[in-house]
Protein backbone atom coordinates (compact mmCIF):
# COMPACT_ATOMS: atom_id res chain seq x y z
CA UNK A 1 0.00 0.00 0.00
CA UNK A 2 3.24 2.02 0.60
CA UNK A 3 4.26 1.94 -2.85
CA UNK A 4 0.81 3.02 -3.99
CA UNK A 5 0.83 6.02 -2.15
CA UNK A 6 4.88 7.42 -3.35
CA UNK A 7 3.63 6.25 -6.96
CA UNK A 8 0.48 8.32 -6.49
CA UNK A 9 2.35 11.26 -4.80
CA UNK A 10 4.92 11.22 -7.12
CA UNK A 11 2.13 11.44 -10.08
CA UNK A 12 0.15 13.87 -8.13
CA UNK A 13 3.39 16.19 -8.40
CA UNK A 14 3.82 15.89 -11.76
CA UNK A 15 0.58 16.26 -13.28
CA UNK A 16 0.26 19.27 -10.52
CA UNK A 17 2.91 20.93 -12.70
CA UNK A 18 1.11 19.91 -15.86
CA UNK A 19 -2.11 21.88 -14.24
CA UNK A 20 -4.88 18.82 -13.92
CA UNK A 21 -4.77 20.00 -10.27
CA UNK A 22 -8.73 18.55 -9.88
CA UNK A 23 -8.18 15.26 -11.22
CA UNK A 24 -4.95 14.98 -9.49
CA UNK A 25 -6.70 16.58 -6.06
CA UNK A 26 -9.58 13.82 -6.32
CA UNK A 27 -6.89 11.07 -6.56
CA UNK A 28 -4.94 12.17 -3.66
CA UNK A 29 -8.22 12.55 -1.96
CA UNK A 30 -8.80 8.85 -2.47
CA UNK A 31 -5.95 7.37 -1.71
CA UNK A 32 -6.17 9.14 1.68
CA UNK A 33 -9.74 7.09 1.76
CA UNK A 34 -7.76 3.96 0.45
CA UNK A 35 -5.25 3.93 3.23
CA UNK A 36 -7.94 5.19 5.77
CA UNK A 37 -9.89 2.04 5.16
CA UNK A 38 -6.86 -0.20 5.63
CA UNK A 39 -6.28 1.01 8.29
CA UNK A 40 -10.09 0.57 10.11
CA UNK A 41 -9.78 -2.66 8.20
CA UNK A 42 -6.35 -3.92 10.29
CA UNK A 43 -8.29 -2.03 13.37
CA UNK A 44 -11.50 -4.55 12.99
CA UNK A 45 -9.53 -7.59 12.43
CA UNK A 46 -7.30 -6.94 15.93
CA UNK A 47 -10.94 -6.58 17.75
CA UNK A 48 -12.35 -10.06 16.22
CA UNK A 49 -8.98 -11.24 17.67
CA UNK A 50 -9.90 -10.01 20.98
CA UNK A 51 -13.58 -10.96 21.03
CA UNK A 52 -16.28 -13.19 21.84
CA UNK A 53 -18.07 -15.23 19.10
CA UNK A 54 -20.40 -12.08 18.20
CA UNK A 55 -17.85 -9.70 18.65
CA UNK A 56 -15.82 -11.70 15.73
CA UNK A 57 -18.84 -11.98 13.58
CA UNK A 58 -19.24 -7.97 13.81
CA UNK A 59 -15.95 -7.28 13.44
CA UNK A 60 -15.33 -9.59 10.31
CA UNK A 61 -17.99 -8.13 8.38
CA UNK A 62 -16.67 -4.18 9.57
CA UNK A 63 -13.51 -5.85 8.42
CA UNK A 64 -14.89 -6.92 4.57
CA UNK A 65 -16.49 -3.91 4.47
CA UNK A 66 -13.53 -1.69 5.12
CA UNK A 67 -11.25 -3.96 2.68
CA UNK A 68 -13.65 -3.62 -0.15
CA UNK A 69 -13.95 0.55 0.34
CA UNK A 70 -10.40 0.27 -0.10
CA UNK A 71 -10.23 -1.58 -2.86
CA UNK A 72 -12.99 0.62 -4.07
CA UNK A 73 -10.96 3.64 -3.21
CA UNK A 74 -7.69 2.70 -4.98
CA UNK A 75 -8.78 1.96 -8.10
CA UNK A 76 -10.61 5.55 -7.96
CA UNK A 77 -7.44 7.12 -7.62
CA UNK A 78 -5.96 5.03 -10.35
CA UNK A 79 -8.89 5.92 -12.76
CA UNK A 80 -8.63 9.71 -11.56
CA UNK A 81 -4.88 9.59 -12.71
CA UNK A 82 -5.53 8.39 -15.41
CA UNK A 83 -7.98 11.23 -16.19
CA UNK A 84 -5.65 13.93 -15.21
CA UNK A 85 -3.44 12.64 -18.02
Same mark, same amino acid.
Request: aromatic share 0%; proline share 0%.
Given at each position: MQKVLIALAA????LAAGGASAQVGKAA?????AVQ?????KRADSDAKKSGPI?? &???NVKSGYHKNRSKS @? &??K &??? @????AG
Open positions: TAALSEATDHKIDQGK &AVN @S &AQ &AKQ @SLKN
